[in-house]
């Protein structure tokens, strides 16, 4: 388990230091440390200052005071300076990697339908929006944290490692007649009290990576929850659904505050010995340097040298133990991160036995094609199509008998089936879902989805009077949530101006007028005939009235037959 977390941390960490990017990266991250060694010498250099200041009270020497607060200022704002801009370098690094990690989330996220695949298989368990903004914030600024500190760390530990050893002298063990003569002995005494701190913190905080974990996941669903809500307000308010709403809320919510209770009830625990092992290391280094201040050994300068080498080398070597919450955050971050690539990963090699050939054949070709659910039932059996261009066919059956699907599968997006399918070039191609999808912004950015050049305003205003909806044609640039704005009939009316903005030379429509009454539906279709006499289409549909709109009619029963033929004259009064 504990080479699986390693192998999925250096999977996660590698890929920005050997990108692109990587020799940019590594040099401001060498500059960062470079700061970080030089606020450690600086830190040296105060405490060798502490040596002189406080013997300079001890014995009087008021001439030496003022000069020695002057080089105290000096040393103070140079490392004030190095450390301000440790910080802000190391940030702007956190800025450069995590965008860098973004990016590339980002694109094996729409890469084959992934987003898609992870909802088909299963496996959107993971909240990818959580995964994508905040893990890998999160990744990114905790591993730079730990990574810079542990180094900074394991520098001051053999700066002032050196110095404690060197003024800490020799200490006599007597016990039992025998005696022994420990050199650097507070050295040897930090390193031991270190040791068992890093234990018993482990001890103390283990439980809470998996809590960390757990409290990120009920957010996560919480949050989501609310969501779905929100996107599905109207449908909610219909059934009156608030009381049922509200039980979830809580049902969501209740997990979250136990789950919390127990990350408190741990963070407690932990806070408690970290803080009382913290407090035990100030006055440790006073109580054994305390016999040989008295003894004469040691001048006041000595002693406050002394407990401030002890203190910094403590800091070093309990680096783990002030750490260790971080360290629990970071664990959970990297299960997280990991669990959704891998998901990602296993989705992305779904390819399924279809042949999909794109580009060859302005037809719509499928050879000896079969198409399957995820538990391996059949809803179409060896398949012989092959659909012409000016096709006008319509596509039937029951409920459930994989209309649907048929058409996932043309568009690519269904890996469950066998055989070869043909297809002409993407770009002539457009699917039209039975809820059209609008993205966030202006209506103009829904109306041209999925164009990404600009269209004249005049062609915009043009087809949105084509489909009925010229009244919105002075609200182009205006940006609100259209989603909610438009009724669905309204929005199956600008997926068929997307159609005469992009014309396609096939297009394939999933009950796409589903929402519109009869008559708005005719007008549609006798648009696209109009607009695009040279359009091939496809349809999705249970009204009978669309069979007056096309030619051949596709009929699946749903136990994987299927029958294809002209529709008949009397089938289209």
């Known amino acids: 388990?504990?080479?699986?977390?390693?192998?999925?941390?250096?999977?996660?960490?590698?890929?920005?230091?050997?990108?692109?990017?990587?020799?940019?990266?590594?040099?401001?991250?060498?500059?960062?440390?470079?700061?970080?060694?030089?606020?450690?010498?600086?830190?040296?250099?105060?405490?060798?200052?502490?040596?002189?200041?406080?013997?300079?009270?001890?014995?009087?020497?008021?001439?030496?005071?003022?000069?020695?607060?002057?080089?105290?200022?000096?040393?103070?704002?140079?490392?004030?300076?190095?450390?301000?801009?440790?910080?802000?370098?190391?940030?702007?690094?956190e800025i450069k990697w995590r965008t860098w990690m973004t990016d590339e989330y980002l694109a094996g996220w729409l890469k084959k339908q992934v987003y898609y695949r992870l909802q088909l298989l299963g496996l959107d368990t993971d909240n990818p929006d959580q995964r994508i903004s905040e893990d890998i914030n999160q990744f990114v600024s905790l591993t730079l944290q730990l990574l810079i500190g542990a180094l900074k760390e394991c520098t001051t530990l053999a700066a002032f490692g050196v110095v404690l050893w060197e003024l800490s002298g020799s200490f006599t063990l007597e016990i039992g007649g025998f005696s022994w003569e420990i050199v650097g002995y507070m050295f040897w005494f930090s390193l031991l009290y270190s040791i068992l701190g890093?234990?018993?913190?482990?001890?103390?905080?283990?439980?809470?990576?998996?809590?960390?974990?757990?409290?990120?996941?009920?957010?996560?669903?919480?949050?989501?929850?609310?969501?779905r809500v929100r996107e599905n307000s109207e449908s909610v308010a219909f059934y009156a659904g608030e009381k049922a709403e509200n039980k979830g809320f809580k049902e969501r919510f209740l997990k979250v505050i136990k789950n919390y209770r127990g990350l408190m009830r741990q963070t407690k625990i932990l806070n408690f010995y970290v803080n009382g092992y913290a407090q035990l290391a100030v006055i440790v280094p006073l109580v054994m340097a305390a016999p040989r201040y008295f003894a004469g050994s040691m001048t006041l300068g000595g002693l406050m040298q002394t407990s401030s080498a002890f203190g910094r080398v403590q800091d070093a070597l309990s680096f783990f133990v002030t750490s260790y919450s971080t360290l629990a955050q970071l664990a959970a971050v990297i299960r997280r991160l990991g669990g959704f690539t891998e998901h990602m990963e296993e989705v992305a090699q779904v390819t399924g036995e279809i042949k999909r050939v794109v580009g060859e054949s302005e037809s719509v070709r499928l050879e000896r094609v079969n198409?399957?659910?995820?538990?391996?039932?059949?809803?179409?059996?060896?398949?012989?199509?092959?659909?012409?261009?000016?096709?006008?066919?319509?596509?039937?059956g029951a409920s459930g008998a994989g209309k649907s699907t048929f058409l996932r599968l043309l568009a690519g997006i269904w890996p469950y089936g066998q055989g070869n399918l043909y297809l002409p070039p993407l770009k002539q191609i457009l699917f039209l879902p039975q809820r059209p999808y609008l993205p966030l912004g202006s209506l103009r950015h829904a109306l041209c989805y999925p164009l990404e050049e600009e269209t004249k305003d005049e062609t915009l205003k043009e087809v949105l009077v084509k489909v009925g909806l010229g009244h919105f044609q002075d609200r182009l640039d205006e940006v609100d949530d259209w989603s909610r704005i438009l009724?669905?009939?309204?929005?199956?009316?600008?997926?068929?101006?997307?159609?005469?903005?992009?014309?396609?030379?096939?297009?394939?429509?999933?009950?796409?007028?589903?929402?519109?009454?009869?008559?708005?539906?005719?007008?549609?279709?006798?648009?696209?005939?109009e607009e695009l006499p040279y359009i091939s289409v496809v349809s999705v549909g249970h009204r009978s009235t669309l069979l007056k709109k096309h030619r051949t009619m596709l009929r699946l029963t749903g136990d994987g037959a299927w029958e294809y033929g002209e529709i008949k004259a009397e089938e289209r009064l």
């Open 371 to 396: 198409i399957n659910l995820p538990d391996g039932q059949r809803l179409l059996t060896d398949c012989r199509l092959e659909l012409s261009p000016g096709t006008r066919l319509i596509v039937v």
């Open 198 to 227: 890093t234990v018993g913190a482990h001890i103390a905080g283990r439980k809470l990576i998996g809590l960390n974990y757990e409290q990120q996941r009920f957010e996560a669903d919480f949050r989501f929850n609310m969501m």
């Open 487 to 529: 009724s669905l009939g309204e929005q199956q009316r600008l997926a068929f101006a997307r159609v005469l903005l992009v014309k396609p030379r096939w297009i394939f429509l999933d009950e796409a007028t589903s929402a519109l009454d009869e008559p708005r539906e005719a007008t549609m279709y006798d648009l696209l005939a």
């Open 1 to 93: 388990m504990k080479r699986k977390f390693f192998r999925v941390f250096w999977e996660l960490f590698k890929g920005y230091w050997n990108s692109e990017e990587k020799w940019r990266a590594r040099g401001l991250l060498a500059f960062v440390i470079a700061l970080n060694f030089a606020t450690v010498y600086l830190l040296v250099r105060i405490n060798s200052w502490y040596n002189e200041f406080y013997n300079a009270l001890q014995n009087y020497e008021e001439g030496l005071f003022w000069p020695l607060v002057g080089e105290f200022t000096l040393l103070a704002f140079i490392y004030i300076f190095l450390a301000v801009y440790a910080i802000y370098l190391r940030q702007l690094l």
